[in-house]
């Protein structure tokens, strides 16, 4: 995956947010784990389709199951999972579709919610995307500011 600045955002190419964005992009396709460095909880909604979350093991992963069910996921071992709200996968949760996700920085505690949401169709090659939270509504108060590809 590979992401790209878009220079049409208002948001500048040094804000937190975007470095911290470029950041995490970089580290999941590494396939490191950041677990360690961020704590990644998802808002509450499917991160395929944007619904709200209500059988226990998807609220502990962030994936309805009707969509874990789409996806090949299998949802069986997430119910008994105690930090409801941490995305367990980043790379499955956060490139999902349309997902909503807080990164907080376990160093600093400086905490970004981003929405991830992927271009319409069937074509693997389409993008993603990558939108910040910056107001108050957490449904709508999102600015634009990059794009996510795969490789
Ligand atoms: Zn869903």
């Known amino acids: 995956m590979r ?15 975007v470095v911290g964005f470029a950041w ?11 677990s360690s460095l961020a704590l990644i909880t998802h808002e509450g ?12 093991a998807s ?13 090949g996921f299998d949802l069986s071992g997430f119910a008994e999972h105690a930090d409801v709200a941490a995305v367990l996968d980043p790379m499955t949760y956060c490139f999902a579709g349309s ?3 807080t990164v907080t920085s376990r160093k600093t505690g400086t905490r970004f ?5 992927r271009a319409k169709g069937e074509d693997e090659s389409r993008p993603w995307f990558a939108r910040v939270l910056t107001g108050s509504d957490n449904e709508n108060d999102y ?9």
Do not use: W
Not at 113 to 117: E, I, L
Not at 143 to 151: A, D, I, L, N, R
């Open 3 to 17: 992401f790209k600045y878009s220079s049409k955002s208002s948001i500048g190419p040094d804000a937190p947010s």
């Open 24 to 34: 995490l992009i970089r580290a999941l396709d590494a396939g490191r784990d950041v």
């Open 45 to 56: 909604r499917c991160g395929r389709c944007g619904r709200l979350l209500t059988v226990p």
């Open 59 to 71: 609220v502990a992963c962030g994936i309805g199951p009707e969509c874990a069910g789409k996806m």
């Open 99 to 101: 997902a909503r996700f």
């Open 113 to 117: 919610t981003y929405h991830v949401r």
């Open 143 to 151: 600015e634009f500011f990059g794009t996510v590809f795969p490789k």
